[in-house]
Nanobody, 121 residues
Framework: QVHLLESGGGLVQPGGSQRLSCAAS????????MGWYRQAPGKEREWVAD???????RLAVAGEGRFIISRDNAKNTVYLQMNSLKPEDTGVYYC???????????????WGQGTQVTVSS
């Protein structure tokens, strides 16, 4: 079994910063890409950013210049540093990881339970 546990959500004022963390645990052989998605109220879940095992990153247009994704492979953890936050960044942020678990033939995508980020004054 593999579990992803997010932390770092909460209430932040517009223009502020917040750092999300997501730690993978369990019977892990290796982790390929890791990433973040978010879902705003009344909207579909959307991709925010991802990072390969080697450290190559991609960001959605909405986060360019403001968000930074990074990972610590030794800790099986991915981070999302969010700066200059806007009210439209409000939503539940979900961690995603493509994990090769022990006993599995192929890697599988796993999801965290989500962490709420609210940007409001």
């Amino acid at each position: 079994q593999v579990h992803l546990l997010e932390s770092g959500g909460g209430l932040v004022q517009p223009g502020g910063s917040q750092r999300l963390s997501c730690a993978a645990s369990g019977s892990i052989i290796s982790i390929n890409h890791m990433g973040w998605y978010r879902q705003a109220p009344g909207k579909e879940r959307e991709w925010v950013a991802d990072i390969t095992k080697g450290g190559s990153t991609r960001l959605a247009v909405a986060g360019e210049g403001r968000f930074i994704i990074s990972r610590d492979n030794a800790k099986n953890t991915v981070y999302l540093q969010m700066n200059s936050l806007k009210p439209e960044d409000t939503g539940v942020y979900y961690c995603n990881a493509n994990v090769h678990a022990r006993g599995a033939w192929l890697p599988t995508d796993y999801w965290g339970q989500g962490t709420q980020v609210t940007v409001s004054s």
